[in-house]
């Protein structure tokens, strides 16, 4: 009976073995990099949406600086047309939900490790680019 489960599971020789394993690895590794594709998106969405909001009410923010400052100008209904525009994007922020797979029940801690590890290499080079370009205009 174990001979079966054996053959079943690692197939009849080595080289079927070994292909089954190597077909299980690829999908393994092709449905963690889906996950993190759709992680990766749902934060783009994320970061679009909080920046349309901001640039609104940055806009709204001026407008009703420029409106104290000039009665002259009516800009009353452009005020009110981007404020409804920042509803909306207020809106389409809070309704994106940033989809963030637990590496750690998926025994794949490695990722967060390697996401950690690429913040700390992206801050060093922007650091290394900052002193380039001050040694360059001294």
Known sequence: MMKRLIKKVYGSDASEGFNKGKEETVEHYRALLCLSNEHRLSEIEWHQAASKANSIASQIELLEEIIKAKEKFDFTAELEKLKEELMEADEMHADVKVKVPDWSKLNEKWIIDMGQLT????????????????????
Do not use: F, G, P, T
């Open 119 to 138: 913040h700390v290499v992206l801050h060093w080079l922007r650091h290394w680019i900052h002193i380039e370009k001050q040694e360059q205009s001294a």
